[in-house]
């Protein structure tokens, strides 16, 4: 299925007078109406933004204020937009991380993933999140310029909406799976409508429906340096404030994030992290919350502090998530290694139980067989919750006995 990308936002127009049902009404540098539409409150969430969330009001927003850790959490889940489904029961992993305040345990799939049906009915019964593995990157999304094809993230996205999930937006600004139109781009102007195009179009599309945004992805390098993207080396760090802000103005109520991989331990890239987010907040770039990936190895040593550096990037003020958990191994398995994955799996979980910033956890993938892992790292795998049979594995156990 492919849309004009001129379609799409075309059909966007906002209401001025009273704010509309999630729409901002409050934030630093903001200067439209702090009224919201009947049955709708504005409501705090950071500096920078608040949002007209349902309900009667308890207190009038300000541009300045920070809400404690609880309050801001709550927020999120108040605002999800996700609202037609059922929300989850039972005993799945995202109704016991709920029962402890948090907004969600989720997993990555796709439309590929989804067809299976033992995956789907573990999708149903454990996660409340779905994020899309690959269907709503730039490769998949808009790989001719200006002609969308969206089949599998309007997969995804109905799937989640018929079954009571949310979704979080992965990704719209990424130097991988990148079309080489984009790559070979040479000039900052084309570059900059060329985001704008991107990320309003898909977000425009989805208005309403995506709980957090990966806006950003990956834009260090492992040695901490500024990646050298094609963003980068035309827009210097610009290219994300570019992002951001044309991505609150195609969705308000989604939840902005940049996400990036190797923030599990102290080094340059985390420092580094930190300090562009806070440069980010400090110029009024519009951005919610940070992902931290979490593609861990079984035994690493930071594992058991990972508390410490949830702690880190909670520092910012905003919302941490964590976005694409998984803990592999060498292989073959054996009991001192699945011993040791379980302490592992329960080191993370319990770091983000223990951090009020921390929102939720996304494991990416559901079951060893369809994980990323064996055809990128040779010899390695077993990463996940549920082993290739759809078996519930000890790692699913630790995490399960981590949310009593
Ligand atoms: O769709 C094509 C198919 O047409 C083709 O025949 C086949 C041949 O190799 O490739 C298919 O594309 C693959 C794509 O997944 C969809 O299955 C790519 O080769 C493969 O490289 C791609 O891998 C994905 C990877 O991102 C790409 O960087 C993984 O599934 C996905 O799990 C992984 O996810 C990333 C996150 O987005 C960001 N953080 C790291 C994480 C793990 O790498």
Redesign the pocket.
């Known amino acids: 299925m492919r849309y004009s990308a001129a379609a799409i936002v075309a059909g966007a127009s906002l209401a001025a007078a009273q704010v509309p049902a999630w729409g901002q009404c409050g934030g630093i540098g903001f200067s439209g109406s702090t009224t919201c539409v009947s049955g709708y409150t504005c409501k705090y969430s950071n500096p920078y933004y608040s949002q007209c969330l349902p309900g009667t009001a308890s207190a009038t927003p300000t541009t300045t204020a920070r809400t404690t850790s609880t309050t801001s959490t709550s927020t999120s889940a108040a605002s999800t937009p996700t609202s037609t489904g059922t929300p989850s029961t039972g005993s799945g992993l995202d109704a016991k991380i709920k029962a402890k305040g948090k907004l969600y345990f989720g997993t990555?799939v796709d439309q590929?993933t989804l067809s299976v049906s033992q995956i789907d009915s573990i999708v149903k019964a454990e996660f409340g999140v779905v994020t899309p593995?690959?269907s709503m990157?730039w490769d998949s999304t808009e790989s001719t310029q200006g002609s969308f094809t969206l089949t599998g993230a309007d997969y995804l996205v109905n799937y989640a909406t018929t079954n009571g999930k949310k979704v979080r937006g992965?990704?719209l600004v990424?130097h991988?799976?990148l079309p080489g139109w984009v790559s070979n781009i040479n000039s900052a102007a084309t570059l900059t409508s060329v985001i704008q195009n991107h990320v309003t179009t898909i977000m425009t599309r989805y208005k309403g429906k995506i709980l957090h945004w990966d806006v950003v992805?990956?834009v260090f390098e492992d040695s901490g340096v500024m990646r050298n993207s094609v963003f980068y080396r035309l827009l210097g760090e610009q290219f994300l404030d570019i992002a951001f802000k044309a991505a609150r103005a195609a969705d308000p109520a989604a939840k902005l994030c940049l996400?990036d991989?190797n923030l599990d331990y102290a080094s340059d890239k985390l420092t580094n992290f930190v300090a562009l987010v806070n440069r980010l907040i400090a110029r009024g770039v519009p951005i919610d919350c940070v992902g931290t990936?979490a593609?861990l190895i079984v035994g690493n040593g930071a594992i058991p502090y990972s508390s410490t550096y949830i702690s880190q990037l909670a520092g910012t003020g905003l919302d941490v998530a964590i976005t694409?958990l998984d803990i592999r191994m060498t292989l073959p398995s054996d009991a001192t290694k699945v011993a040791q994955q379980s302490t592992d799996y329960t080191n993370v979980v319990k770091a983000c139980l223990g951090n009020t910033k921390c929102v939720g956890i996304t494991v990416?993938?559901v079951d060893d067989g369809h994980s990323?892992v064996p055809?990128?790292f040779s010899g390695q795998g077993d990463a996940l919750l549920w082993n290739s049979s759809y078996q519930k594995k000890a790692a699913y156990t630790a995490v399960s006995n981590a949310l009593n």
């Open positions: 990555a590929n593995e690959n990157k992965h990704t990424w991988s799976q992805n990956e996400n991989y990936q593609h694409e990416w993938g990323w055809s990128t």
